[in-house]
């Protein structure tokens, strides 16, 4: 008999540090739409493009200031001896719960800037169509130490993943 693991919230966050690394992931978005803008102002000097350009800063920056703050406070993640949890998410939230007997492998990620914030994501990869469990934005030690201990937990329990 396959017991379900419980629903619940997961109990740890990540890195406060991610808060900066979805800033800094978000930062381009000001270059790609202000630039354009920006050259139009500059080159035909029209009365609307100061107002848009204005516009556009002022929603990039507002979202750089408020989302990355929301997505903190909602990334959650645990691990258990029964399944993996999180929740992510701002506009759309995801609650995965994926059972330990279906992991599948387990991978460490560290981008040029989650390297540079120390930060790192683990994937989780399961037998499930739905695809891989992400934990981004997590310390990059308490990364290391996540896969480590979900390999061993993985390890130990019966099964075949599938």
């Known amino acids: 008999m ?13 890195s406060p540090r991610a808060v900066r690394w979805w800033q800094l992931r978000a930062l381009p ?13 500059l080159t035909t000097g029209a009365p609307v ?17 408020v989302v990355p703050r929301i997505l903190f406070r909602i990334h959650r993640w645990e691990i258990t001896d029964e399944a993996v949890y999180t929740l992510s998410g701002w506009l759309v939230r995801e609650w995965r719960i994926a059972p330990i007997s279906r ?11 989650q390297q540079l914030l120390k930060l790192a994501t683990v994937t989780v990869t399961t037998a499930s169509s739905r695809g891989a469990v992400k934990i981004a934005g997590l ?21 075949d993943a599938t």
Do not use: I, S
Request: charged share 10%; proline share 11%; hydrophobic share 50%.
């Open 49 to 65: 493009w100061p107002w848009t350009l204005a516009a556009t800063v002022v929603g990039v920056l507002a979202y750089l200031l």
């Open 2 to 14: 396959n017991v379900e693991p419980p629903l619940r919230p997961p109990a740890h966050r990540v």
């Open 139 to 159: 310390d990059a030690g308490d990364a290391a130490e996540l896969a480590r201990t979900l390999t061993e937990t993985t390890q130990a329990t019966p099964g």
């Open 103 to 113: 992991v599948q492998t387990v991978d460490t990620q560290h981008g040029p800037l």
């Open 29 to 41: 978005w000001l270059v790609v739409l202000g630039a354009p803008q920006l050259v139009m102002l």
